[in-house]
């Protein structure tokens, strides 16, 4: 059974960093992708970040772009999200979440529907 823990989250002023970890196991797959996803009250659920695990090609939000940093620990089977210089509009509950490569559809990555486990979340609050 896939399993995909979130952790890190918390309370931290405008400009400062975070960093989210999300450990995976149980995959069964040989290749897949872990996404960064988030959701704010009253909005939709959009992608931030995404790797591979084979050759750790990285992908990002426009909106993260120069601030967060997506890396993975394959003997950790972790994936970490990084992120400086938080603003307000970072509040979110953050996701990570698995997609497998042989189920992928070609199509853009930061999509939820590409993704087929979720985590529980971990909130992340940016507030003076």
């Known amino acids: 059974e896939v399993q995909l823990v979130e952790s890190g989250g918390g309370l931290v002023q405008p400009g400062g960093s975070l960093r989210l970890s999300c450990a995976a196991s149980?995959?069964?797959?040989?290749?897949?992708?872990i996404g960064w996803f988030r959701q704010a009250p009253g909005k939709e659920r959009e992608g931030v970040s995404c790797?591979?695990?084979?050759?750790?090609?990285?992908t990002y939000a426009d909106s993260v772009k120069g601030r967060f940093t997506i890396s993975s620990d394959n003997a950790k089977n972790t994936v970490y999200l990084q992120m400086n210089n938080l603003k307000p509009e970072d509040t979110a509950v953050y996701y990570c979440a698995a997609l497998s490569i042989r189920y992928y559809s070609g199509g853009p990555l930061l999509v939820p529907y590409e993704y087929g486990y979720w985590g529980q979340g971990t909130q992340v609050t940016v507030s003076s």
């Open positions: 790797i591979s695990r084979s050759d750790r090609t990285t």
């Open positions: 149980g995959f069964t797959f040989d290749d897949y992708v």
